[in-house]
């Protein structure tokens, strides 16, 4: 396939590295008038990429990945014409200007709910991307579901962590309690999943090397 | 510690039959008037387990683990008094009463308004909560970490699967665009954790069994 990567952070340069490995045909596109960036990444990338603007990029191609800031996507899908047709791989996080959260979406959470109509507890999120059956046993296979706890109190974060490790997960500190913000909606990926064929044996686990 | 499971359904109970197993004092509380069910949970948890209304549960509790429907949850509270100093951890999530989607916190994503800008496009929402590290190797000790691939349009949307295999990710269809909403928050949580001691050598698996 002919793969158009927007964009030549590390997203986008990586991506299209390996898709030239893997036999794809890569353009990289990029907004800098001079192509420098974009011909450096494609230099990098092998004998099978190439480097073009945007629009250049773009035209043709049978996906087109988008790996830019969020500040210029929807410019850089005006300069591309809509893409009519054509596969759009969305990379982007829509970040806010501090990177302390999304753009948009979201703002707020059931865990910052309870928390308000009760001030003076010390609510933790925490049990609600996983399933009772891997709450039963969560070790699949020698390998630990991963529990991700928020909370803003930290001496009751950290107990309900060690609560989380007495019964077999690796638990996870996921930070103060607005994070709920970020769990509610990966238990959504997880029922979302269940109900889709994977059913309730099945939890995140956080790989690391 | 004694801990007070609000919450008779598959996660109370699971949770409570495992704490009791791993030491800890568990009271079960239901709103049930008769207390029937939360006495055969107490029972299946084995000795150091018991039976009590809601408050009663949660009156000298080191820890309150609510695991009621959202829509119970404002009453609860209500009814433990706050639970004023103690550690609350709200295992609930907010589905709406279609369980269609959560009752509160997000609208919207970056996936879909791009899809909005350019509405012939075939978006589809991928390669945003896994970092350039796992990009360039997503084989973490001989397992694949997960890429997460939503949009509505089929052969997009599979297209995007192969490419993510390609690159040695075990790739998992997520369902339609709008689940771009979990997708999102996924990736916030994956930045938290990397700017949190995690790094950006870690990714997301899915165990199964």
């Known amino acids: 396939m002919k793969i158009a990567i927007l964009g030549t952070g590390r997203v986008g340069s990586t991506l299209g590295r390996r898709w030239a490995a893997a036999g794809h045909e890569i353009v990289f596109g990029s907004r800098d008038p001079s192509g420098e960036k974009a011909r450096a990444v494609a230099g990098d990338a092998g004998s099978s990429a190439t480097a073009a603007s945007v629009p250049e990029a773009a035209t043709g191609a049978d996906v087109v990945v988008l ?63 996983v399933s009772s059956a891997t709450m039963a046993d969560p070790v699949y296979d020698g390998q630990q579901a991963t529990l991700f706890v928020c909370g803003d109190d930290d001496d009751a974060r950290n107990t309900v962590i060690e609560l989380g490790d007495q019964i077999d997960f690796e638990s996870v500190d996921a930070g103060p309690l607005k994070n709920a913000r970020y769990l509610e909606p990966l238990a959504m990926l997880y029922i979302h999943l269940a109900m889709n064929g994977w059913g309730s044996n099945c939890a995140f686990k956080i790989l690391k090397r």
Chains 1, 2 share one sequence.
């Open 67 to 129: 790996a830019t800031p969020w500040s210029q996507a929807e410019t850089i899908m005006q300069s591309i014409g809509g893409a009519a047709g054509q596969i759009v791989v969305d990379c982007i996080n829509p970040l806010n200007d501090t990177f302390s959260g999304l753009d948009l979406g979201f703002t707020e959470s059931c865990a910052e709910r309870i928390a308000a109509w009760a001030p003076q507890a010390r609510v933790v999120k925490a049990f609600n991307s």
